[in-house]
């Protein structure tokens, strides 16, 4: 049985099809990824929880893409990192630590503040000289 899909919305000005975020397999050692961590959220894969993260890359095409944590992905980057500019190089498996079949997968990650962000907030209470007028 297939089914027939409507056409998609005609492109207009100004606005930007969306798509799906690329999905980014660890499988080769030296494998690298640049972007921006929008998202940490936690899904269900084959009945198990885990993270998968979100990135923008700031490039056109993939604009996006998300990939699982690992174990050692998990230990170094956290929602507190959401925001930050992130830079991922997968290093090779560590063959002394091993899970069932699988060895580890190593990871060198660096952050970095986004210097376009708007400055954060200090959080205290909004007074008469945060108003601008």
Sequence with gaps: MT???EPPMTQETG???LQVPEMIQWTKP???ITGKL???ARIEVRA???L???LATGVKDPARIKFLATYDLAQKLTS???GMLVRVKYLGEDETVKKG???MKVFDVHVKADPNAPPARDGGPITDEDIPF
Excluded: M, R
């Design 15 to 17: 606005w930007e099809p």
């Design 101 to 103: 079949d699988n060895f």
């Design 80 to 82: 507190a990192h959401v």
């Design 3 to 5: 089914t027939k899909l």
């Design 48 to 50: 198990k929880s885990v």
């Design 30 to 32: 030296g494998q690298v």
């Design 52 to 54: 998968q993260y979100l």
């Design 38 to 40: 929008i998202s940490v």
